[in-house]
Antibody, heavy 121, light 110 residues
């Protein structure tokens, strides 16, 4: 059974940093691209970043480019999101999502339960 | 303002058929496949339809998707109370080099 479990969320002050992690199980992690999607309170999902299976291709939403860094460790089945220079508008539940392909851009067939990031002074 | 446009709400009575539209452009729906996600209250989104009209295993055939040009639609037939949820369309956008979601449609079963 596919399972994605996020961790690392919490309360951080504006300008601060957080590192989110997602541990994957139940599938061959190294064979699929992975993604981060966030959802602000009362809003719809917003795509944040995608990384291909071998980390060759990486994409970011304009709203986070230059501040967030996605990475993965295929040996440990881990996906990361390093978030720097956090702003109040980054407050959201952050979901780790598995893509249904090696390459970026396909559907997200499995999602984690999410981890809440709150940016506030 | 979302790149993909959906009606904010839709409704129907049990047993009815409802459709939810998703309008985009040549750089997203016009050139890539559309996926639909269902989000029940307090839960993560769940893949409902992929590649425009394919259902993942376990999704009832009451749910169907279609695409024409730069628009897509999700149809739900035989509406049930458990279908009450938020529905989102999504597609890769070649101009933005990223995934774009619709603003979501809240479905109410009357």
């Amino acid at each position: 059974e596919v399972e994605l479990v996020e961790s690392g969320g919490g309360l951080v002050k504006p300008g601060g940093s957080l590192r989110l992690s997602c541990v994957a199980s139940g599938f061959t992690f190294s064979s699929y691209s992975m993604n981060w999607v966030r959802q602000a309170p009362g809003k719809g999902p917003e795509w944040v970043s995608s990384i291909s299976s071998t980390s060759t291709y990486i994409y970011y939403a304009a709203s986070v480019k230059g501040r967030f860094t996605i990475s993965r460790d295929n040996a440990k089945n881990l996906l990361f999101l390093q978030m720097n220079s956090l702003r109040a508008e980054d407050t959201a539940i952050y979901y780790c999502a598995k893509a249904d392909a090696v390459v970026v851009g396909s559907n997200f067939d499995y999602w984690g339960q999410g981890t809440l990031v709150t940016v506030s002074s | 303002q979302s790149v993909l446009t959906q009606p904010p709400s839709a409704s129907g009575t049990p047993g009815q058929r409802v459709t939810i539209s998703c309008s985009g452009s040549s750089s997203n729906i016009g050139s890539n496949t559309v996926n639909w996600y269902q989000q029940l209250p307090g839960t993560a989104p769940k893949l409902l339809i992929y590649n425009n009209n394919q259902r993942p295993s376990g999704v009832p055939d009451r749910f169907s998707g279609s695409k024409s040009g730069t628009s897509a639609s999700l149809a739900i037939s035989g509406l049930r109370s458990e279908d009450e949820a938020d529905y989102y369309c999504a597609a890769w956008d070649d101009s933005l080099n990223g995934l774009v979601f619709g603003g979501g449609t809240k479905l109410t079963v009357l």
